[in-house]
């Protein structure tokens, strides 16, 4: 089973479930907005993927909480992803023991088709 991260009025989140209900793929999505994620799967994800791939600093959220100014080291990030999951690039998928964040149509295809 395919299980999706993020929330559901995401351009790369719509683009995603789009790809999978195109293919007839089984899918799971967590909203992060309904149910939050935990540190212990933040911590798992970023050991597959780099903080700069997780973390998303061009989000409204980011902006929001004018993190930019506290110019945050990778341990402050990692904090701040376990407390506001909308910081999370979306989407992030777990498949096969993968984790890919992001929506890339081509790597879709190699992955899941």
């Known amino acids: 089973m395919i299980q999706i991260y993020g929330i559901k009025n995401c351009d ?47 989000s409204t959220t980011y902006k929001t909480l004018k993190l930019k100014e506290l110019n945050l ?14 910081l999370v690039k979306r989407p992030v998928i777990e498949f096969n023991g993968k984790v890919i964040v992001g929506f890339n149509e081509n790597i879709y295809k190699g992955l899941f088709l």
């Open 73 to 86: 080291d990778e341990k402050t990030q990692k904090e701040w992803l376990c407390k506001e999951n909308l």
């Open 12 to 58: 790369s989140v719509k683009k995603a479930l789009s790809f999978f209900k195109k293919h007839n793929l089984e899918y799971a999505l967590q909203d992060f907005k309904t149910q939050k994620v935990s540190c212990n799967d933040v911590s798992s994800w970023l050991k597959q993927v780099d903080m700069k791939t997780l973390f998303n600093s061009r």
